[in-house]
């Protein structure tokens, strides 16, 4: 990480849906508690989840034992604000969510945020995003979760855009599945990130999440050595 403090609050974005952002989210919570800080996630909002299934933050806590909460839950398939108009509901406020980071900091030394889809889904009925979120925490840094493959550059640089147009502190950029045998526009895409101001977090390897919960906490803190470096004990809670 360009700065080597690391916020009180990680809010973990993507370039899309289904690009890692839950496994990246489990990976760095593995990796702040090997580091020996207390941490929890949070997901404001979890859609196209039954009551009663495995969210996102289900499988953070499987692959890291960490306490985890939602925000609130939707059934259907699609982005928060469609999904509760569907579904006759209605979606907490900035507010809340803002309330309920502040609850899990007040016990934890990092709470890890994980959004819905990209940087600009609509969270709340009022039209306000993680981006409005992540803007609203004060003590609050961004991890931009990306694809290996190809038109992966335009996406982060547009989101890179995003968050920068509004003040938004970015970590850094971690990609969230690194094949096995990558190919040239792989390790040329991964070498661009690198090479960015504030840099290449990591990679998380291809098959990641088959991974057992005591080999992906063993293996976690290897695959983001930017993440691990910025981990002091001045971060633990309680001290001076
Ligand atoms: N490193 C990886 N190796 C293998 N599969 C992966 C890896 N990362 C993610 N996947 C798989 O890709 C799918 C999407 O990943 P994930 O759920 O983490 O995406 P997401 O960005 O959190 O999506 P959402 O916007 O729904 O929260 C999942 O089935 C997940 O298991
Ligand atoms: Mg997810």
Do not use: C
């Amino acid at each position: 990480m360009a700065e080597p403090r690391l916020p009180g609050v990680v809010v973990v974005t993507g370039t899309d849906t289904d690009v890692g952002k839950t496994v990246v989210t489990a990976a760095l919570v593995a990796t702040l508690v090997a580091a020996g800080l207390a941490v929890a996630a949070y997901k404001p909002t979890q859609t196209g989840v039954a009551p009663g299934e495995t969210g996102d933050m289900g499988e953070v806590e499987r692959l890291t034992g960490a306490l985890t909460a939602e925000g609130t839950r939707l059934i259907a398939p699609m982005a928060p604000r469609p999904a509760a108009q569907l579904e006759g509901r209605t979606l907490p406020s900035l507010t809340h969510h803002l309330e309920a980071i502040d609850h899990l900091s007040a016990r934890h030394d990092v709470v890890v945020v994980e959004g819905a889809g990209g940087l600009l889904v609509e969270l709340t009925a009022e039209g306000q995003t993680l981006a409005d979120l992540a803007a609203a925490l004060p003590d609050s840094g961004t991890v931009l979760v990306a694809r290996s493959a190809l038109g992966t550059l335009n996406h982060t640089m547009l989101t890179r855009e995003a968050l920068s147009h509004r003040g938004i502190r970015l970590l850094g950029v971690v990609i969230g599945s690194w094949p096995t045998d990558p190919d040239v526009i792989e390790t040329t895409n991964r070498d661009y990130f690198a090479a960015l101001p504030e840099g290449l977090l990591g990679t998380v390897p291809q098959g990641a999440p088959a991974l057992s919960p005591e080999a992906f906490r063993t293996e976690a803190p290897l695959w983001l050595p930017g993440v691990a470096v910025a981990t002091g004990a001045s971060q633990r809670r309680g001290t001076p």
